[in-house]
Nanobody, 121 residues
Framework: QVQLVESGGGLVQAGDSLRLSCAASGRTFSGFRMGWFRQAPGKERELAAAISWTSSYTYYADSVKGRFTISKDNAKNTVYLQMNSLKPEDTAVYYC??????????????WGQGTQVTVSS
């Protein structure tokens, strides 16, 4: 059974940091593009960050650029999202996602269950 299991969410204050983790299991994810989506209440789900299998390519939404860093450890089948200088507008459910294609915004093969991040002002 393929699983993406997120952890690391929580309630923090503005300016704090959090690191999300996504542990992948159940198949080999070699060649997959991995990413973190987020969905705030009343808003559409958006791609916040993505990373290629080799980590040679990364993508960040403008809203998180310079504050968030995506990374991965292929030996542990784990993807991370380091979030610094958090803002109240970063409050959302964060979802880990995996796609066999390079276009996470058009095709996601596997989703995690989501982890809540709440940033208070």
């Amino acid at each position: 059974q393929v699983q993406l299991v997120e952890s690391g969410g929580g309630l923090v204050q503005a300016g704090d940091s959090l690191r999300l983790s996504c542990a992948a299991s159940g198949r080999t994810f070699s060649g997959f593009r991995m990413g973190w989506f987020r969905q705030a209440p009343g808003k559409e789900r958006e791609l916040a960050a993505a990373i290629s299998w080799t980590s040679s390519y990364t993508y960040y939404a403008d809203s998180v650029k310079g504050r968030f860093t995506i990374s991965k450890d292929n030996a542990k089948n784990t993807v991370y999202l380091q979030m610094n200088s958090l803002k109240p507008e970063d409050t959302a459910v964060y979802y880990c996602a995996a796609s066999i294609t390079t276009a996470l915004t058009t095709r996601v093969d596997y989703w995690g269950q989501g982890t809540q991040v709440t940033v208070s002002s």
